[in-house]
């Protein structure tokens, strides 16, 4: 009864201590090996080699019981765990009596631990894609557990488990990237359902491969949306061809950066300015509700470059908002009204996507896969989104656009302080 394991959420060691005793059932364990160390009337000694989840306690009681008498345990000593014994510690005092680089030598590798897996070999073009979180195509012994090695060098532990997209998976992503591209549409921020999706279902994605495969499906959604603004809403074709090429080249130069700069940095700066940006919208009543006929001065000009070089680089290196800081910028510095900057926004965050990705997917930061299959819900939603801005303008974008910033304000606010 004094043990760990729990009854009903409660540990049993805390029942007996009550004086209350559950009937325990058997389970299998290995006992490897049972050795006589020394022997008299009223206490012997053993070694004994068994696996894990045996209870040496329980174990000494079945002995006794098989002898035709009582026993208890008085003492336990645990010399080996693994294939690491006690004769080979190192004490503290040890360790701080030698230098750096005898201190250096003595440090193990990473696979040391978990020796006892089955090892196997991944392929060269499969390294990138495991590195990254990616389904590696692995064959799986009855272990369900390997060590994987890639030229001679330990790449991690990988468990067996469904990674294929059961109708529970793929009914989740489909729906989110539904959801996403519909929002995206009309005011951006897809990414806050994707990202938070792929991240629950896929938890071993790296950061980048998040990013990189919500971009793969965001990308499908905005070139439709891009598509559907460009054939209905008129946009000036310098200013768009200038807006694309400054997005798509600081885009890619964020890709690249992406696995270099913490994420956790950019966090409070974009909080301040999404406070900023809400508080501006709410205070100014007629911000975004007209449009002025653009002339393309030197002014204009030099701002739609610099606002494009600024948001594109943001959007590569880390992402959520990119839709609402364009908008934003189109509205506040090149005075058109919410409808046509929503039409401008897709443009250009569908370049500094494709941008990104250009990167991305060489790098294996994108799994195919499960990018393609969200792109095809997006684009579903995205052209629902766009006959929903199309048809009650910038009124309805304005508010959509200031519950998305603070819907922003509140995820970045609580992945900072939570």
Not at 95 to 109: H, K
Not at 275 to 291: E, P, R, W
Request: aromatic share 10%.
């Amino acid at each position: 009864m004094y043990s760990a394991l729990k009854k009903d959420g409660r540990p049993l060691y805390e029942l007996a201590r009550q004086g209350i005793e559950i009937d325990r059932p058997a389970r299998p364990i290995n006992v490897y090996s049972i050795r006589l160390l020394d022997f008299n009337v009223q206490q012997i000694t053993l070694d004994v080699t068994c696996s894990k989840g045996t209870y040496i306690r329980v174990l000494g009681e079945d002995i006794a019981k098989a002898l035709g008498t009582f026993g208890h345990l008085t003492h336990l000593h645990r010399i080996q765990t693994g294939h690491f014994q006690l004769d080979e510690q190192l004490t503290i005092d040890h360790l701080e009596s030698l230098n750096e680089i005898e201190r250096d030598a003595l440090l193990l590798p990473v696979d040391a631990p978990v020796q006892e897996f089955p090892r196997i070999e991944l392929a060269e073009e499969r390294i990138k894609y495991f590195c990254n979180g990616q389904e590696s195509n692995i064959d799986f012994p009855e272990t369900k557990e390997v060590l994987v090695f890639a030229q001679g060098k330990c790449l991690g532990l990988a468990k067996d488990v469904l990674m294929e997209l059961d109708v529970i998976v793929l009914c989740t992503l489909l729906i989110g990237a539904f959801s996403a591209g519909l929002i995206d549409a009309a005011v951006g921020g897809g990414g806050l359902i994707q990202i938070p999706m792929l991240m629950g279902i896929f938890p071993q994605m790296s950061p980048a491969t998040v990013i990189g495969t919500n971009k793969l499906a965001s990308i499908a959604g905005t070139s439709s949306a891009a598509w559907a603004f460009f054939r209905r809403v008129k946009l000036p074709w310098k200013l768009l061809a200038l807006i694309a090429v400054f997005a798509y080249a600081s885009s890619f130069i964020g890709a690249v950066y992406l696995t270099m700069i913490p994420q956790d940095i950019l966090r409070p700066l974009v909080f301040v300015m999404l406070i900023v940006i809400a508080v501006y919208t709410l205070i100014k009543k007629d911000f975004g509700q007209s449009h002025q006929h653009l002339k393309l001065t030197p002014r204009i000009l030099i701002l739609a470059a610099l606002g494009s070089m600024l948001i594109g680089f943001y959007d590569g290196v880390f992402g959520p908002g990119t839709g609402s800081f364009f908008i934003f910028f189109f509205v506040r510095f090149l005075a058109v009204d919410f409808l046509h900057a929503s039409a401008l926004s897709k443009i250009a965050n569908f370049t500094t996507n494709l941008a990104a990705l250009s990167f991305l997917i060489p790098t294996g930061h994108v799994w195919l896969s499960v990018g393609l299959a969200m792109a095809a819900a997006n684009i579903i939603g995205s052209i629902c989104g766009v006959r929903i801005a199309l048809k009650y303008g910038s009124g309805l974008i304005r508010i959509l656009f200031l519950i998305l910033t603070s819907v922003l304000i509140c995820r970045i606010g609580y992945q900072m302080w939570l």
